[in-house]
Structures are given as structure tokens and as C-alpha cells.
């Protein structure tokens, strides 16, 4: 059976191809953000001129940032996630307890 899983795994190659893909798309969603995000601001500051440097590390904060944020919200959707079970849980068993189930 570990033989035919050998030999059905995929060439160096294509998994390079595919880890490349994936890593170009982490840095161009940020690189965007970036972007997007200086474009409004030199909009707003005409006058101004900004570093193109600035691209790069501003979408890789803006996207660390919703990352955390959404990380917290996931937290809070886990622990109200995880209260409502206790309760049904324990209402479950009150009712066993007073064979009302």
C-alpha cells in the first residue's frame, strides 16, 4: 500500500511550481493593499510624494492587522461557541435527571 502511494506522489517540480504560486500570491495581495493605500493617500495629499518602499511593508501591516482581527473574532465566535455547548450540555442533563427527555 506505502508503494503506491510513492508512486502516485506528484514530481519536485510541479510541487515547486505550486509553493511558487502560492508565495506570489502572499506577496501580491499585499503589494496591492499597499498600493491602493497610497494612491488614496496621495489623493488626499497632493503635494506629497511618497516612497515607493512604503508599498510593501504598509500591505504587509494592513494584511497582519485583519489577520489579527479576524483572528479575534473567530476567538469570540469560539468561546460563544463553546458556552453554548456547556449549556445544552447541562440542560440535556437536567433533563435525564428529571426524566423530562
Not at 20 to 26: A, E, S, V
Not at 75 to 96: D, S, T, Y
Amino acid at each position: 500500500m506505502n508503494i503506491l502511494l510513492v508512486q502516485e506522489t506528484v514530481s519536485g517540480k510541479s510541487l515547486d511550481t505550486v509553493v511558487h504560486n502560492i508565495l506570489t500570491f502572499l506577496y501580491f495581495l499585499p503589494h496591492q493593499l499597499g498600493l491602493w493605500i497610497i494612491k488614496i493617500l496621495q489623493q488626499l495629499f497632493p503635494r506629497v510624494v511618497f516612497s515607493d518602499n512604503l508599498v510593501d511593508p504598509l500591505g504587509f501591516l494592513i494584511v497582519l492587522t485583519l489577520f489579527v482581527v479576524l483572528a479575534r473574532a473567530a476567538q469570540k465566535i469560539a468561546w460563544i461557541i463553546v458556552c453554548l455547548g456547556w449549556i445544552l450540555l447541562f440542560i440535556r442533563i437536567l433533563m435525564i435527571i428529571f426524566k423530562l427527555g
